[in-house]
């Protein structure tokens, strides 16, 4: 079975800065999908970024862009110019390319210092 | 686009009543919804997946019998906590597969359930 590991339960950053969070998984498949979610103060879940695992590219959102190492099964995500707003619970997910159910992280609270 | 509406945001029930969650899809059809549910501070366990005219499939160790779901149109799946306890009480969230932008999920706003 598919885990996701987040090692960092709580992260800070200092406003305008760049923060990385960390993710590991495991499994066995070759191909999936990988996502980061943030979870603001609302609990209103929001999609920050998505990998797929053939695309050897980084994916990038404007501030957010990640560190897809497949081999090391590692997924982190890089917040740049850290803002007031991205302060949120971020879940690092994981998707077979088999099934349509998420597994999720525990998670990483990140605080944002003016 | 690809909006998922969650009602009631909050509800509180005296324990051994029923509640009904409703999950709507609002500008596409979601033939696939996911329910989790969520303690404080904690991360998003899957209780069950329901899919479109069929029974839901639930995660290892979720009882079916009090947390019922149906999954009647492309639109719509409810949740019902049946015979609701205190230790029922948790945070509850749906969230519906599509494929707009490229696959995805959007998740609804969450409801929080108090039994008192």
């Known amino acids: 079975a598919q885990t996701v590991t987040q090692s960092q339960p709580e992260m800070s950053v200092q406003e305008a800065e760049t923060v990385t969070l960390s993710c590991t998984y495991d499994?066995?498949?070759?191909?999936?999908?990988l996502f980061w979610y943030k979870q603001p103060p609302s609990r209103q879940m929001i999609l920050v970024i998505r990998q797929e695992a053939y695309k050897q590219q980084n994916a990038t959102e404007n501030r957010f862009s990640v560190n897809f190492q497949k081999a090391a099964k590692s997924f982190s995500l890089k917040i740049s110019d850290s803002q007031l707003g991205d302060a949120a619970m971020y879940f690092c997910a994981y998707r077979s390319v088999n099934t349509d159910k998420l597994i999720f992280g525990t998670g990483t609270r990140l605080q944002v210092f003016p | 686009g690809a909006v998922v509406s969650q009602h009631p945001s909050r509800v509180i029930c005296k324990s051994g009543t029923s509640v009904k969650i409703e999950c709507r899809s609002l500008d596409f059809q979601a033939t696939t919804m996911f329910w989790y549910r969520q303690f404080p501070k904690q991360s998003l366990m899957l209780m069950a997946t329901s899919n479109e005219g069929s029974k839901a499939t639930y995660e290892q160790g979720v009882e079916k019998d009090k947390f019922l779901i149906n999954h009647a149109s492309l639109t719509l799946s409810t949740l019902t906590v049946t015979s609701a306890h205190p230790e029922d009480s948790s945070f509850y969230i749906c969230?519906?597969?599509?494929?707009?932008?490229?696959?995805?999920?959007?998740f609804g706003s969450g409801t929080r359930l108090t039994v008192v």
């Open positions: 969230s519906a597969a599509h494929r707009e932008g490229g696959y995805g999920y959007t």
């Open positions: 499994t066995s498949e070759s191909d999936y999908y």
